[in-house]
């Protein structure tokens, strides 16, 4: 709670589409990467004031490195968060995507990379460009998150990821989407992360301040083994199916 609570005094005002429980979401999941001791850089595609690279650079560990990529300068960014969290090795790289594999971090990062944020330009292309990037860099027990997913302003967004997913199985898995955010991580990964979902998210939001949230598991595993999160429905704190709005199957 403590990176939550910095997080909340020194970033939550800055100018972004960061929602609150999507906040509330991203520091539970990065806290359960480091209780478990999950490794590795995190990376940003599309940093714009840094709202939600705050948090990660939050949760950067000692020898681990963030690296904040946009096609914008990102000095004001930097100013933004070095003084905060000045022991957090962060990179800050002012490129297009599609140029990131030129760079070392791309050729040398090999699944060593345990959070990747993806809010880029958000034509299907670029999207499938990211994709390729993230699979790339993803380490086996990390987790890649992508802005907009299920977005209906940008449903390319949403088309792109299921192409890529299509064309590429057993590369990534959805484990979680909701406000504007989708959570994916290898195949191998999956269990672990649907039972933190399970047992653990709720209660981790609720302590974050955010309690008014449904989460939802409304099938079978077999036919799709994903959790949704939306604002709370019915008093529920976790719905599953509609014949059995009680059970929660993973």
Request: proline fraction near 4%.
């Amino acid at each position: 709670m403590k990176r939550f609570e910095q997080y909340m005094e020194h970033f939550s005002d800055v100018e972004g589409w960061f929602q609150a429980p999507a906040i509330a979401i991203w520091d539970s999941f990065l806290s359960y990467q480091q209780e478990q001791k999950i490794s590795g850089n995190l990376l940003e595609i599309g940093v714009w004031k840094g709202k939600s690279a705050a948090l990660a650079a939050l949760h950067c560990g000692a020898e681990d490195a963030c690296v904040f990529v946009d096609v914008l300068p990102l000095d004001e960014v930097k100013a933004r968060i070095s003084p905060v969290v000045p022991g957090a090795t962060c990179h800050y790289l002012q490129e297009q995507s599609q140029l990131l594999a030129r760079h070392p971090f791309v050729a040398q990062g090999t699944r060593g990379f345990r959070w990747i944020h993806v809010d880029g330009e958000h034509s299907g292309q670029s999207v499938m460009n990211d994709l390729e990037i993230a699979d790339h860099l993803l380490s086996d027990r990390g987790m890649v998150v992508f802005d907009d997913f299920f977005s209906p302003a940008y449903p390319q967004v949403t088309q792109a990821v299921f192409q890529f997913l299509g064309t590429r199985p057993g590369r990534l898995a959805l484990v979680l989407c909701g406000f504007n955010k989708g959570y994916f991580c290898r195949p191998k990964a999956t269990r672990e992360y649907l039972q933190f979902v399970r047992a653990s998210l709720y209660a981790n939001m609720a302590e974050r301040g955010c309690d008014q949230v449904t989460i939802w598991k409304t099938t079978e595993p077999g036919d799709m083994n994903a959790f949704g999160v939306t604002d709370r429905y019915s008093g529920f704190s976790y719905r599953g199916p509609d014949w059995d709005q009680n059970t929660i199957n993973i």
